[in-house]
């Protein structure tokens, strides 16, 4: 069956008028919220690709923090976007990069064969994923499908951090927590790519990896608190937030800026009352205090394919896992302590 026959086998099945001869594709599925062994690999029904969508074929999708609590459904304050009994979309993932199979109407921009990467809030952890167009751009000849997926989320987060909430300039001094994570080793080298003198804190088995994104400076946490040095920056990205906001502050620049990031926090509000409490605070300092929720935005997207292009910035895979394999990918990134990206090979 040709893929558009497939397509329109699926939409067909989605309408229930014909799921006979549907075409399907294995998919990660969850029906409820919950640990890592909610998940499960199952043959669904491809979905059809609709006005304005592609059909990738996906080659690799990764996963970070974000998808581990929207696949727990903690902290609830998830659900209120993605579910409040159940997780709307079935298929977790966010982050993809694979081969367009079909397009849909109204797409002329993209066409079947071209590889692509991007993010899509409808799933990626399945052999097939209907994603809007504009969610997609095309991966720098330089890089692996891989690498591709690699970068989505975790890199348009710490691009806007540094560009769009603290406005990095050549010179600056940024520090950068959690430098070794996801987001962090994208920090690093964008903080880099900026002009900006980098502090990378990190454990004592990632200072080497740190280094080598381009920092001046390593702090490892095992050996030094940052807040203890008396040294200020210009620039805080606190990815992990394993400080007081009073003591972060006290490492900031009398006009920097602070951006606490970490998502981690309570079972029910998770890192909610910590950003309420930066941002009250923010009104009453000169210091900027500047929590922010990232986007997919397709213009990042390939400003990161440049970065990408001209070696400024290339993604840390630090494990891949098989499709079958998601749910220990999860349970890995769940534990917080990922050496750059997670990335599950379809
Ligand atoms: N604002 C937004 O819209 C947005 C978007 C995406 C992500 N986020 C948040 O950003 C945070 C980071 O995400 P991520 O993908 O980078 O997480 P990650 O991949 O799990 O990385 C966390 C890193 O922090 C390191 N680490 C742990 N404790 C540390 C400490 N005390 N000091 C310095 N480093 C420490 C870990 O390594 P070791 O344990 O080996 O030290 C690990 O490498 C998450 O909380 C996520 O929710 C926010």
Redesign the pocket.
């Known amino acids: 069956m040709g893929i558009e026959q497939s397509l329109n086998a699926g939409a067909r099945r989605a309408s229930g008028t014909s799921p006979v001869g549907a075409a399907t594709m294995r998919a990660v599925v969850q029906h409820r919220y919950g640990p890592p062994s909610v998940l499960e690999v199952s043959e669904v029904g491809l979905s059809p690709t609709g006005r304005g969508n592609v059909l990738v074929r996906v080659r690799a999708a990764s996963v ?3 998808d581990y609590f929207v696949m727990t459904g903690e902290p609830y304050v998830v659900r209120l976007a993605f579910g409040m009994r159940r997780p709307r979309h079935v298929t977790p993932g966010m982050d993809l990069a694979g081969v367009v199979e079909a397009v849909g109407e109204d797409v002329t921009a993209l066409r079947p064969g071209d590889e692509v990467f991007g993010w899509n809030t409808a799933g990626t952890l399945a052999e097939y994923a209907s994603v809007p167009a504009k969610n997609l751009v095309p991966v720098p000849a330089n890089l692996s499908v891989v690498d591709a997926a690699a970068v989505p ?2 890199a348009m ?1 710490a691009l806007q951090a540094l560009r769009d909430i603290a406005h990095v300039r050549p010179g600056q001094t940024v520090l950068v ?8 080793s994208f920090a690093v080298q964008i903080a880099k790519a900026f002009g900006a003198e980098v502090t990378g ?3 004592t ?2 200072v080497d990896l740190v280094r080598s994104l381009g920092a001046n400076h390593v702090v490892d ?1 095992t050996k030094t608190d940052f807040t203890r040095t008396g040294k200020r920056y210009d620039v805080i990205l606190d ?2 937030e ?1 400080h007081p906001l009073a003591a972060v502050r006290g490492a900031l620049a009398p006009t920097g800026t602070l951006i606490p ?4 926090g309570g079972r029910w509000l998770g890192p909610i009352s910590r950003i309420l409490k930066a941002r009250v605070l923010s009104g009453f300092t000169r210091q900027r205090l500047r929590p ?3 986007l997919g935005k397709r213009q990042d997207l390939l400003t990161l394919a440049d970065l990408l292009t001209t070696g400024q910035v290339t993604p840390v895979i630090d494990r891949a896992y098989p499709l079958d394999e998601a749910a220990d990918a999860l349970r890995y ?1 769940g534990a ?4 750059g990206k997670v990335v599950i090979t379809v």
């Open positions: 970070h923090p974000g989320t975790s987060t927590t959690g430098a070794s994570g996801g987001v962090g804190v990190c454990s088995r990632n946490y990815n992990v394993a990031n970490s998502g981690r922010f929720t990232s990134v917080g302590h990922s050496q």
